[in-house]
């Protein structure tokens, strides 16, 4: 992603770059993340990006298939973020850890554009855009998926108990609700302690 955060400059950036769409992408995201999807006009995008209004009607027919489209591009790296935890040479259990820790991390004090846009978007488009709800939902089965495979990779090597009353499906979801909720609240609250609170239970849960 573009270092050039929507908060670094009012001002619209001299030159356009060769990836267009890829620019436009970044600079939304990092709009949108910031402000939410419907506080954020095409103008802004625009300004913002330095991009003339015919590109971005080039790339994208509408602010929805935008929006729909910076979900699923932050999806596809999110899922290269868990490829390579998973590519590395630490138990199941470690891998879960891991990336509960960067949730945990990242979540706290405050809200910046790397790391809430699935956090504020979950609770805005809902009821606002189907298709962005779709590409939400996706997203979300992809990282539930994902922590299931490697909690049953913890079973397989020990390093995750398992209980004898639920599947491994089930318990990925029941941590990712947890952890999503929790962003939520803590946002409202304006406090760590709901973080606190899930990282306290999936630790104990994954046998740390």
Same mark, same amino acid.
């Given at each position: @992603?573009?270092?050039?955060?929507a908060?670094s400059s009012s001002e619209?950036?001299?030159?356009t770059?060769?990836d267009?769409?890829a620019?436009?992408?970044?600079?939304?995201?990092q709009?949108?993340?910031?402000k939410?999807?419907?506080?954020?006009?095409?103008?802004q995008?625009?300004?913002?990006a330095?991009?003339?209004k015919? $590109?971005f &009607?080039h790339?994208f027919a $509408?602010?929805?298939?935008?929006?729909?489209?910076i979900i699923?591009?932050?999806?596809?790296?999110?899922?290269?973020?868990?490829?390579?935890?998973?590519?590395?040479?630490? $138990?199941?259990?470690?891998?879960?850890?891991? &990336?509960?820790?960067?949730?945990?991390d990242?979540?706290q004090?405050?809200?910046d554009h790397?790391?809430?846009?699935v956090?504020?978007l $979950?609770a805005e488009?809902?009821?606002?855009s189907?298709? @962005? !709800?779709?590409a939400?939902?996706a997203?979300?089965?992809q990282?539930?998926n994902?922590l299931?495979?490697?909690?049953k990779?913890?079973?397989?090597?020990?390093s995750?108990?398992q209980?004898?009353?639920?599947a491994?499906?089930s318990m990925a979801k !029941?941590?990712?609700?947890a952890w999503?909720g929790a962003?939520?609240?803590?946002?409202?609250s304006?406090?760590?302690?709901?973080?606190?609170?899930?990282?306290?239970m999936?630790?104990?849960? @994954?046998? !740390?």
């Amino acid at each position: @992603m573009s270092k050039t955060t929507a908060s670094s400059s009012s001002e619209p950036l001299s030159t356009t770059p060769a990836d267009t769409k890829a620019h436009l992408l970044a600079i939304g995201y990092q709009l949108i993340a910031q402000k939410g999807f419907t506080a954020v006009g095409i103008k802004q995008i625009l300004d913002t990006a330095g991009v003339p209004k015919g $590109s971005f &009607y080039h790339y994208f027919a $509408s602010k929805e298939a935008f929006g729909e489209a910076i979900i699923n591009h932050y999806f596809t790296k999110y899922k290269n973020r868990l490829e390579a935890i998973n590519a590395q040479d630490i $138990s199941a259990q470690q891998k879960l850890y891991n &990336y509960f820790q960067n949730w945990y991390d990242t979540q706290q004090n405050g809200c910046d554009h790397e790391k809430c846009l699935v956090v504020k978007l $979950s609770a805005e488009v809902a009821d606002l855009s189907e298709p @962005m !709800r779709k590409a939400l939902h996706a997203g979300y089965g992809q990282t539930i998926n994902w922590l299931a495979e490697q909690i049953k990779a913890g079973w397989a090597d020990s390093s995750v108990p398992q209980p004898g009353n639920i599947a491994a499906e089930s318990m990925a979801k !029941r941590w990712y609700f947890a952890w999503l909720g929790a962003s939520l609240i803590a946002k409202i609250s304006q406090t760590n302690t709901p973080l606190a609170e899930v990282w306290q239970m999936t630790t104990t849960e @994954m046998g !740390r």
